[in-house]
Structure formats: structure tokens, C-alpha cells
């Protein structure tokens, strides 16, 4: 009977844990570029400078759009007024506008012939300092990375109104079956009645004082 209420108990409990299988706890994408981002991102550094990169998704043969973010390596202070110089190795006739738009904030535009990688080779002039960097894996025609939908939550085992009313019949079949068998063990055994017989076969046995 002990087994049968430990069995019941079980089910019970097992509900509320089955609730929640299924679920991910892994770690998320590891992509150069996350899941959900609204944009693409390069990045260059020298002795001199920081470059970074970043664009939203470009289409081959449409204008281009970017903006490149200028900082001193040391100081990591934004540069301003630099000349900045553009060029594509990839193929060297595109041509490239330059405007900064706040300290260290500039915007490119221009336009990439087709859907495939490309790569800046950007000329930097600030003051008296002079350097080269490579902005490589500019990737034209790709789309971002859609976030991953969350996983459909497993069904509950009380989620069918038939199981809980099943578990509760069964829970008190139980109980009802484990007070029976205690009040019967509780009971007093009857007396047993002899017949007359049985009374006088005793007293013939029964020796005289």
C-alpha cells in the first residue's frame, strides 16, 4: 500500500517537471555577427589607429552606405578631421566618398558592383601620423542572422482535464484503501462459539479434582 501512495505521489510531482523539458540552456549563435543585429561590423587596428566598420545589408549594384569609426590606438580618443583615403583591392576602378560627420564618425558612400566579399584598404592622414589598414570581409548580398524562435513548450501532463481527473481518482482509491486495511487491523478478533456438543466433549476431557 506504501508503494502504491509513494507511485501517486510521483505522478504528481512529475508534472511540474515535465512542464519545463525540452527547454535550450545552450549557448547562443557564434557567428561573427549575432543573432537579432541590426548591422555588419569590420574591424582594423595598427600602431596608430582603430577602424571600425559597420553597415547595414548591402546589395550589389545598389548605393552603399557605411560608417567608419576612427580612433586613436593609445588613447582610444575618436580622430577628427583626418583625410581618409579609400580604396578596393578587389577591383580597383570603384570610387569612394569620404565625409565626416562628427569627431571620429565618418560616412562612405559609394557602390559594389556585385553580391560577393570585398575589402577596404584605408589610407589614413591625421596631422602629422600616416598609416595603412585592411578592412577585409566586407560581405556584400548577405542577410543578417535572425534570431532563433523560442522552442514550443512541452505539453503539461495536467494539461488534459481526463488525466487530472484520473490522477485524482486514483489518489483517492489510495487512501480510501489504506483506511480500510487499518480499521481491519484495528478490529478485535470475534469469539469463537462452541456448540454443545463441542462443550460437553470438552468437560468428559477435563480430569475431576
Known sequence: MKQLLILLLGLLLSGTAYAHGGEDHGDGPKSGTAAGATSFSVAALSEQFEALLRYEPLEGGKPADLRLFLSDYATNAPVKGARLTLTTPEDANLKWAVTEQEPGVYLVEGQFPANKAYS??????????????????????????????????????????????????????????????????????????????????????????
Open 120 to 209: 577596404f584598404a584605408l589610407n589614413v592622414v591625421a596631422g602629422e601620423t600616416a598609416d595603412l589598414l585592411l578592412l577585409e570581409g566586407i560581405k556584400v548580398g548577405e542577410k543578417l542572422p535572425v534570431a532563433a524562435t523560442a522552442p514550443a513548450a512541452a505539453p503539461s501532463l495536467f494539461s488534459s482535464w481526463k488525466t487530472i481527473l484520473a490522477l485524482a481518482g486514483a489518489f483517492v482509491l489510495g487512501i480510501g484503501l489504506t483506511a480500510l486495511l487499518l480499521r481491519r487491523r484495528r478490529q478485535p478478533p470475534e469469539p469463537v462459539l462452541q456448540t454443545s456438543e463441542q462443550a460437553l466433549t470438552a468437560s468428559r476431557r477435563t480430569p475431576f479434582p
